[in-house]
């Protein structure tokens, strides 16, 4: 018999799930915050106040959405039609639920989190998920989904209070900080071209949005080029090369 006096003590330094979120979710801010501002400074812009601005950022919390929807309720589109805009952009959310599913464990927290999962929550989780104890995941999700949106909810208000004074104090911050989401995204991305059939599928979505944005068919074209590339992974089969997966 084993004697418990000499259990196996974890790591010192160990961190719980949602410290492990949390810290692993820290290289997010980087492309979070600057667009934040960019999205508190465009709203004022737009004439919404301080509070409404806030507001689209804590209960909207849909990033591009928030751009359209501001920028729509500007230019007087009806309300409808800015909702069922945004609504069309967040489709590409249908598809991330069953890809995660089979790494939730049973929780009555879920519904609420889920108000957390933006698109780079995702890609982080994805990777992270299966390679967590399932008595961590939870845990692991909240701390990255929570940090996500105090950032993002943060930058907003620095950007509607002061965006307009750090543009005109650091102009070159105006033209740097509409590269930060698609840098971000780019980064999240790219790990998975080792694999040739997320490759493939990677391209075709790539190439897709790009036609679609040099044919002015920009917002439409985020789900349609999502759904091409995920229509290629599931449908082409590519053989496996050296033994290892396609």
Not at 26 to 35: A, D, M, Q
Not at 142 to 170: D, H, N
Not at 191 to 198: G, M, N
């Amino acid at each position: 018999m084993s004697d418990p006096t000499h259990r196996r003590e974890p790591p010192a330094g160990q961190l719980s799930g949602w410290r492990t979120g949390v810290r692993e979710a820290l290289p997010l801010l980087g492309g979070y915050i600057p667009v934040a501002i960019s999205f508190g400074l465009v709203s004022l812009q737009a004439g919404f106040d301080t509070l409404e601005t806030l507001a689209i950022s804590t209960l909207i919390y849909a990033g591009a959405s928030q751009f359209l929807f501001v920028g729509m309720a500007a230019s007087g589109a009806p309300l409808w039609l800015a909702v069922a805009m945004t609504l069309l952009i967040n489709l590409r959310h249908v598809v991330y639920a069953p890809n995660l599913a089979p790494w939730l464990p049973r929780s009555r927290w879920w519904p609420w989190l889920m108000h957390g999962l933006t698109d780079q929550i995702f890609a982080l989780a994805h990777v992270r998920l299966p390679q967590l104890p399932e008595r961590q995941r939870v845990g692991w999700f909240f701390g990255a989904a929570l940090l996500a949106w105090l950032a993002w909810i943060g930058g907003t208000l620095l950007g509607a209070v002061a965006g307009e004074r750090m543009t005109a104090a650091w102009p070159l911050l105006g033209e740097i900080m509409p590269f930060a989401l698609p840098a971000l995204f780019l980064v999240l991305v790219a790990p998975r071209f080792t694999s040739r059939r997320w490759s493939l599928a990677l391209a075709v979505a790539i190439l897709a949005a790009l036609v679609c944005t040099l044919s002015g068919f920009t917002n439409g074209g985020i789900p349609l080029a999502a759904a091409l590339g995920a229509l290629c992974f599931f449908l082409i089969r590519l053989p496996p090369r050296d033994g290892r997966q396609p």
